[in-house]
């Protein structure tokens, strides 16, 4: 990890040699102070003035220092989502040494969504992030895009009853609540009694029975255990990116999934609810699987979250495989294979017996006090009727632009983009007064390649808001997808006209992301080499959202074309050989390795 920080401190060093530099550069965002979210926050840019009444909705905005969270749930359960969310930021930066330090990253955007079936309904598809694989019984309820504008997480509001062995009985309800039975115990249920030849009443046996769970193996998972574990995840990929095996990023958002907060205090590294069922049920994972990648084919013994808490808690708070851990980790930060770096944690007999023996030992946790005053109280807004209905648009936005290129689920996944642009077309038309309708949906429409659709509705955000620095940047990008329509002849000067609204966004605000990856991609898209000014544009996106693979990805293609490889090899390793299957993992792995090879798991 530490290899790949001083990578990119080198590169740092050379991209600011280069002189003459007519983009303006963001500046430097401090960890005291709101880091500037672009597309991740809901901005209202519309003119209410225009609305003769606003009509509000039951979401709510929380926002703190380092997240925002939406929810339509109880204000109360809001705040403390997102204190504690501060407050895990706080406690990581405390285990990781980043208290205080300069951050130039933007804000994760959580969304919490009623219940595990509110939550499927959006069929949310993972394709820079995947849960598991785990058994069926381990519900997925999060969504988690790590989006060059900034990280993006959505789960549920109500807990899940995860049930590995069914009752026989009556049937377990989905969700559940913490701190609730996971069942309404049998006296909340209405069961008619038969009335006897002598006037008494009676009660069938089996009607009762059929009311309770038999044989039933099952327990509650609090709904903020996932935001907790997510979080964890995401700030790991973000302060400290890396070649991590999958594993470890499992098992090291478990670890924190059970953290409890006070006012001062928070602890970790408590065992999850269900813990002894779960190793009951499955049991052991032979470690060599997980050492070598197999358990990503999800075939064989099962492999859950919990075994991956079991193994990183072990590693994390062992003085004898800590410090194995720490070289386990770099070695794959250098990108040496999975068996080289297996070598630093020694023997793995020796190392099964260790995670054998962690059984019915007691396992530590940690509790750390702190001043309150370093996680502050969030600030809440409740959201208009307009605004709410964008936050499934925008939620969306990652799950939708992009489809498979071909199998059995492209035509769904198109019928499902097809749907939901319509459904943005619908608020733009119903609410006009509002901006950021027209906003979305010109990305939508850019971004699935409709730019004559996509300049109509930068016009019509222009024409309410001349400054709006997004519906500037894209018209330019809109501007140059038309201008690879024109006679070759024409493709010069309308590229220059594109180009010139995008920079124009970018004095507007310096601070905005968007303004250079839509400049650098204005290269890209005409086959022209981008110049150094637009490299840097990419650095300062990577500084912004290092977790996303997009930008590392287009990073390493220009430091390759400028022979900075072992810059570029640096940039690429976290893409090329991290832990998740990304549309970007291939194409990295092929500027790494000629041959474009590339180990089948991590």
């Given amino acids: 990890m530490l290899e790949v920080m001083r990578g990119f401190k080198q590169m740092k060093r050379w991209l600011l040699l280069i002189l003459g530099v007519a983009f303006s550069l963001p500046a430097q965002a401090q960890l005291a102070a709101p880091v500037k979210n672009g597309d ?80 499927e309904q959006l069929r949310l598809t993972d394709l820079r992030w995947q849960y598991g694989p785990f058994p069926p019984a381990f519900e997925k309820t999060i969504y988690y895009d790590p989006r060059e504008e900034g990280s993006v997480l959505a789960t549920t509001e109500e807990g899940v009853n995860l049930v590995l062995q069914p009752s026989v009985g009556r049937k377990t309800s989905r969700n559940c609540t913490r701190g609730r039975d ?4 049998i006296v ?11 006037g008494q009443p009676t009660y069938d046996v089996n009607q ?11 327990f509650c ?6 935001v907790y574990a997510a979080f964890a995840q995401n ?40 813990y002894a069922k779960v190793m009951h049920h499955y049991g052991l994972y032979p470690v060599t699987h997980i050492l070598d990648g197999r358990y990503l084919s999800g075939k064989g013994r099962a492999w859950t979250p919990y075994h991956a808490w079991r193994l990183v808690h072990l590693l994390y708070f062992s003085e004898e495989w800590k410090p194995r851990l720490h070289d386990y980790l770099n070695a794959l930060a250098r990108g040496d294979d999975l068996q080289t770096a297996a070598s630093a944690l020694g023997d793995p007999s020796q ?21 309150a005053n370093r996680a502050p109280e969030p600030s809440i807004r409740r959201l208009t009727r307009a605004e709410a209905g964008l936050i499934r648009g925008r939620l969306e936005l990652g799950a939708r632009i992009e489809v498979p290129d071909a199998g059995p689920d492209r035509e769904k996944a198109l019928a499902r983009r097809s ?54 940047v894209w018209k330019g990008t809109a501007l140059t997808q038309l201008a690879m329509r024109a006679p070759t002849a024409e493709r010069r000067q309308r590229l220059g006209d594109a180009r010139r609204f995008i920079v124009r966004a970018n004095r507007l605000d310096p601070e905005s992301s968007l303004a250079l990856i839509a400049y650098h991609d204005s290269f890209a898209t005409a086959g022209q080499q981008a110049p150094d000014v637009a490299v840097e544009g990419l650095y300062k996106i990577v500084q912004s959202a290092p977790a996303a693979p997009g930008p590392r990805l287009k990073l390493g293609e220009e430091l390759i074309a400028r022979d900075l490889r072992e810059e570029a090899r640096r940039m690429l390793l976290p893409v090329a050989k991290g832990a998740f299957a990304t549309p970007e993992q291939p194409v990295a792995a092929a500027l790494l390795s000629p041959a474009g090879a590339t180990e089948p798991g991590r």
Avoid at 188 to 198: F, G, K, L, M
Avoid at 249 to 258: D, K, N, P, R, S
């Fill in 235 to 274: 700030y790991l990929m973000t302060y400290f990116p890396a070649a991590y095996p999958r594993w470890y990023l499992q098992g090291f958002g478990e670890l924190f999934a059970t953290m409890e907060a006070g006012a001062d205090y928070v602890e970790y590294g408590h065992l999850p609810p269900g």
């Fill in 208 to 218: 009762i029975l059929e009311q309770l769970a038999v044989n039933e193996i099952a």
């Fill in 182 to 185: 996971r069942n309404p115990p």
């Fill in 351 to 371: 190392f099964q017996s260790a995670v054998t023996a962690y059984r019915g030992r007691k396992l530590q946790a940690e509790k750390m006090a702190f001043p």
């Fill in 40 to 119: 991740s926050t809901i901005v209202v840019t519309g003119n209410r003035s225009r609305e003769s009444k606003v009509e509000m909705s039951d979401w709510r905005m929380a926002e703190t220092p380092h997240v925002i969270v939406f929810s339509q749930g109880d204000e109360t359960a809001l705040r403390r989502t997102a204190h504690n969310l501060e407050k895990l930021h706080f406690l990581l930066s405390v285990l990781h040494g980043r208290v205080d330090q300069p951050d130039e990253t933007i804000k994760i955007a959580v969304t919490m969504i009623g219940d595990a079936a509110a939550f």
């Fill in 419 to 472: 749907a939901w642009i319509d459904r943005l077309r619908d608020n733009a038309t119903r609410f006009p007064a509002l901006t950021e309708n027209h906003l979305l949906l010109a990305e939508a429409e850019c971004r699935t390649g409709n730019p004559e659709a996509c300049l109509e509705a930068t016009e019509r955000a222009i024409a309410q808001s001349p400054t709006e620095t997004r519906a500037l």
């Fill in 188 to 198: 909340d249920y209405y069961i008619s009694p038969r009335v006897t030849a002598t």
């Fill in 221 to 226: 998972q609090w709904a903020e255990s996932r």
